[in-house]
């Protein structure tokens, strides 16, 4: 059963700090892995999605990467600033399957 | 906008009591899941539709009913509601497998 884990499970930094957020899943044998935002109280943004045949994604300021034999994947946020301050959630979507979400990374960008 | 529209956003139940959360979507997806989050138990999936027509149970299916009453709209039915189903949730839909997913703003339920 595929099983996806984040760490840290919490994160806070100074504004203006490069970061990077990681999960990690059990079986390699996936399809897409797509980093979601969610800030408090409310649903789910998608952020990037990394699709079968891809190692990364870009999207402004944000950066996801993906390395499907060592089972990981990478959010890496330059510049933070404190509106990038949300539980980050990555999800990866086995072959035939529906998606499996990690527990999330709850990000603090301190002023 | 283009979306995933979900329906109430909160509510508040009595035990036994039964209501329907609703879910339309925009897009044209053919794929439509809902999901449950819970403090430290992350999302959980109760029931997806790949396509119009079907329904499947996911994870924790036991307590609700689905339909999918057209390729817009997906609905969640909670025919005697406990006090274990206070939660939040989510709808939410995609083109297909190998595809991303686009989540709704979530209902928050309460049962006393």
């Known amino acids: 059963k595929q099983e996806v884990t984040q760490i840290p499970a919490a994160l806070s930094v100074p504004e203006g700090e490069n970061l990077v957020l990681n999960c990690s899943f059990t079986d390699s044998a996936i399809y897409n892995l797509q980093w979601f935002r969610q800030d408090p109280g409310k649903g789910l943004t998608s952020l990037l999605l990394?699709?079968?045949?891809?190692r990364e994604q870009t999207s402004g300021r944000l950066n996801a990467s993906l390395d499907k034999s060592s089972g990981r994947s990478t959010l890496y946020i330059a510049a933070s600033q404190p509106g990038d301050s949300a539980t980050y959630l990555c999800?990866?979507?086995?072959?035939?399957?529906?998606?499996?979400f990690g527990p999330g990374t709850r990000l603090s960008v301190l002023p | 906008n283009a979306g995933v529209t979900q329906t109430p956003k909160f509510q508040v139940l009595k035990t036994g009591q039964s209501m329907t959360l609703q879910c339309a979507q925009d897009?044209?997806?053919?794929?439509m899941y809902w999901y449950r989050q819970d403090p430290g138990m992350g999302l959980r999936l109760i029931y997806y539709s790949a396509s119009e027509g079907t329904t499947d149970k996911g994870e924790v299916p036991n307590g609700y009913n689905v339909s999918r009453l057209n390729k817009r709209e997906f609905s969640l039915r909670l025919e005697s509601a406990a006090p274990s189903q206070t939660s939040v949730y989510f709808c939410?839909?995609?083109?297909?497998?190998?595809?991303?997913?686009?989540f709704g703003s979530g209902t928050r339920l309460t049962v006393v």
């Open positions: 897009m044209n997806h053919n794929s």
């Open positions: 999800a990866v979507e086995p072959p035939g399957q529906n998606f499996v």
């Open positions: 939410a839909s995609s083109p297909s497998y190998n595809y991303g997913y686009t």
């Open positions: 990394i699709q079968s045949s891809q």
